[in-house]
């Protein structure tokens, strides 16, 4: 069967329907120019789950869960069901942990980086130039035979594992739910005030997530890809998705009155130019190291693959180091824990794409 | 001309690597026959897709074990 969404106007619909829905996220109540945030979310859930205290970030976001449920539900109706395992795993971990701490320093991965230009955040441009100045320079480690290795198949039941963790956070999160006022419902963490109080209702978060994990799994949608296959292959199939979504975001933003250019004073954002690209400039190596955005490495845990649910408990992980060590950027600005944090990142991410390389043509 | 056909072996490499190693493999034939063997449908797709952008045909694409066996030709 000919796979439609992954033509060119299959990915030009995918990532018009991402710009469209996450532009209303916001409408509804998610936080500004953060209608989709991947690196923002999973640190939102990181701290809802109490591993780091940041009381503004924290909210078990149903659209993570979508993500995977929806790129799982896809995956079997397809029969791309593939469980697969044994890529490296701890580098992978640790490109994880050190993409989501760059993403946090510029306050966004991919998709806000794109929807914070789509909402006139020009700060975004910085961080967009980060993040292809990164990607470049993995383009430069794949060129020369950098690659993590081959997986292997596994049994079923292990692809199973990361959508049923996803499954029972949703679950839990229907024992717990959120007690308006209230801090703390049970196990979770919920933010009174910040970021993480802003939300869509949970049906709608969850309903959209899974939609957009369905499409994003058939469509093979990664923006870290659509800059990589630019670069690398001069192909602009991928790169067609990306634009698609910021174009459709801002219409969108333009007709629910979400437009409003600037620098200065822009939602969950700062005005460090340097700081931007540099924390872009690491996620973007460290995604082009383990071959996903963080969107696509929660599509692929959804499929099966037990390599990018690692890369995932590495977000989760750099999350809580990011707020518990004060890494992350806020509205004032990275700190200068976080730009020794960049630095250290930059070289582990050198050390790995230098080392992990053989002739494998 | 001898019909001997170069085989990529891509099982297990995620992507960009059997793209990679496909277009490494096209540059050293420059024409000919070739079978590229991947395992996710997101390989298959992008294997055609690069092979397609540099002039090769897509001869057929057969399911094999858990993958495909995808051949492509550029005639001299």
């Not at chain 1, 994880?96 to 914070?116: K, N, Q």
Request: hydrophobic residues 50%; charged residues 10%; positive net charge.
């Amino acid at each position: 069967m000919r796979n439609v969404l992954a033509t060119k106007w299959g990915i030009i619909l995918v990532g018009a329907t991402i710009g469209v829905l996450a532009s209303l996220l916001q409408f509804w109540g998610n936080p500004a120019n953060m209608g989709i945030c991947v690196a923002c979310f999973v640190r939102d859930a990181t701290g809802a789950l109490g591993l780091h205290r940041a009381p503004v970030v924290q909210y078990l976001r149903p659209e993570i869960i979508g993500f995977v449920l929806g790129s799982f539900v896809a995956a079997y109706l397809f029969k791309e069901f593939r469980p697969r395992l044994g890529s490296a795993p701890i580098v992978r971990f640790i490109l994880g942990a050190l993409a989501m701490i760059g993403a946090l320093i510029f306050l966004g991965c991919p998709w806000r980086a794109v929807l914070r230009l789509a909402g006139g955040d020009w700060n975004a441009i910085l961080g967009l130039l980060g993040l292809f100045a990164g990607i470049w320079i993995g383009t430069r480690f794949l060129r020369n035979g950098y690659n993590l290795g081959a997986t292997h198949k596994t049994y079923t039941s292990v692809g199973w594992l990361f959508p049923l963790i996803m499954a029972g956070l949703l679950v839990i999160m229907l024992i717990y739910p959120k007690i308006p006022g209230e801090a703390q419902s049970g196990v979770l963490f919920y933010s009174v005030e910040g970021p993480g109080s802003m939300h869509a209702p949970l049906i709608i978060s969850l309903i959209l997530g899974l939609v957009i994990g369905f499409l994003a799994q058939k469509s093979r949608f990664c923006t870290m890809g659509a800059l990589r296959d630019l670069i690398l292959f001069k192909q602009t199939h991928l790169f067609s998705g990306f634009v698609s979504l910021a174009i459709a975001a801002f219409l969108t933003n333009l007709i629910v009155h979400q437009f409003s250019p600037g620098f200065v004073g822009q939602p969950v954002a700062h005005t460090m130019h340097f700081w931007n690209f540099a924390g872009m400039a690491l996620a973007g190596l460290a995604f082009s190291l383990a071959g996903g955005c963080p969107g696509r490495q929660l599509f692929l845990s959804g499929e099966g693959d037990g390599d990018a649910a690692v890369f995932v408990v590495g977000m989760v992980v750099g999350a809580a180091f990011a707020h518990n060590f004060g890494l992350a950027s806020s509205a004032n600005g990275a700190t200068p824990a976080g730009m020794v944090a960049v630095l250290i990142g930059l070289a582990v991410c050198l050390l790995i794409g230098f080392t992990m390389r053989e002739n494998i043509a | 001309m001898s019909d001997i056909v170069n085989t990529v072996d891509a099982r297990g490499f995620s992507c960009p690597q059997p793209v990679i190693m496909t277009l490494n493999g096209i540059k050293k034939a420059n024409k000919g026959k070739m079978e590229i063997l991947v395992d996710t449908d997101t390989a298959k797709e992008n294997v055609s897709r690069a092979a397609g952008a540099q002039g090769w045909v897509v001869e057929d694409i057969q399911p094999e074990d858990e993958g495909y066996r995808i051949t492509i030709r550029k005639e001299g």
